[in-house]
């Protein structure tokens, strides 16, 4: 089999995805190949190294995911969204402070502030995706910030709380991993907190390294602090959307980020 280059790459998906009402535009210096709507500019850019690495893995099927992914998305950006009528699609995702509070196309996301490495973003789920919500969105419906926290706090409370179960060194781990784009979220579910804690034998510890996935740790001793912190790391390291690689001890209602020190109780952040 000849060498996949970027040229032949970018040929691939083109003959795929073309569309007369696309534009595309190969950059050689940063081998990125962008798809764009023509009427609004609108688009996403794909660097061909990381698609090439794929399709030494797995061949055509990285192929056939890409475009899946490239057309969905093309197709979310050229919709409008109203709200109305979709309020139980409304939900809230967890995200790391450093992501971007605007769209690419300068709107201000909606969010709210929720510990120290986390904020908090709204997402209208539209089946095999979803669209952050926007201020925009927001004023053509004119709702409140508060209004749309409340509908997806109430939508978030709704969701399965399945977990399963690992006891490392005599310290019990919860997994949440319901891969439906929610499972950090459910971190704003006060109620399941405050069962989990209510349950914990030792110290209740929370993480969210990345989207897929919500850890509580009871920590019954010194061990379960590094376990955890371990465990944490590799997540953070493995996910898709990564939020913190730092826990949080859960007390009093509130999330306290730690550091975890090797053989001591963590350091408040």
């Known amino acids: 089999m000849s060498k996949m280059t970027s040229i032949?790459?970018?040929?691939?998906?083109?003959?795929?995805?073309?569309?007369?009402?696309?534009?595309t535009s190969y950059n050689?210096?940063?081998?990125?190949?962008?798809?764009?709507?023509?009427d609004t500019g609108q688009g996403m850019t794909i660097t061909l190294p990381n698609?090439?690495?794929?399709?030494?893995?797995?061949?055509?099927?990285?192929?056939?995911d890409l475009e899946e992914h490239v057309l969905e998305a093309l197709r979310i950006m050229h919709e409008t969204h109203?709200?109305?009528?979709?309020?139980k699609q409304i939900y809230p995702v967890i995200r790391a402070t450093s992501f971007p509070t605007e769209t690419n196309a300068g709107s201000k996301l909606v969010y709210k502030e929720?510990?120290?490495?986390?904020?908090?973003?709204?997402?209208?789920?539209?089946?095999?995706?979803?669209?952050?919500?926007?201020?925009?969105?927001?004023?053509?419906?004119?709702?409140?910030?508060?209004?749309?926290?409340?509908?997806a706090s109430f939508n978030v409370r709704s969701l399965a709380n399945d977990y399963k179960k690992d006891t490392v060194a005599e310290n019990d781990f919860y997994f949440v991993a319901k891969q439906d784009g929610y499972d950090a979220s459910r971190i704003l579910n006060e109620a399941f907190l405050e069962e989990m804690l209510a349950n914990a034998k030792?110290?209740?510890?929370?993480?969210?390294p990345?989207?897929?996935?919500?850890?509580?740790?009871?920590?019954?001793?010194?061990?379960?602090?590094?376990?955890?912190?371990?465990m944490t790391m590799k997540f953070f390291a493995e996910g898709r959307i990564p939020i913190t690689s730092l826990p949080f001890i859960y007390e009093d209602k509130t999330l306290e980020p730690v550091f975890i020190l090797a053989k001591n109780r963590p350091e408040k952040k």
């Open 114 to 151: 929720h510990t120290a490495e986390t904020r908090v973003f709204y997402a209208l789920d539209l089946g095999k995706s979803y669209r952050l919500i926007d201020e925009p969105m927001l004023e053509q419906e004119g709702w409140s910030y508060g209004w749309i926290d409340e509908i």
């Open 210 to 230: 990345h989207q897929d996935v919500l850890i509580f740790a009871d920590i019954q001793n010194k061990a379960g602090y590094d376990i955890l912190a371990q």
């Open 82 to 87: 109203e709200l109305s009528g979709m309020e």
């Open 28 to 38: 050689r210096d940063k081998d990125t190949f962008r798809i764009e709507w023509q």
């Open 51 to 64: 698609v090439i690495a794929k399709y030494n893995e797995r061949g055509e099927a990285a192929v056939d």
């Open 202 to 208: 030792g110290e209740l510890a929370v993480a969210v």
């Open 8 to 23: 032949k790459m970018k040929k691939m998906i083109e003959d795929r995805i073309a569309r007369p009402e696309f534009r």
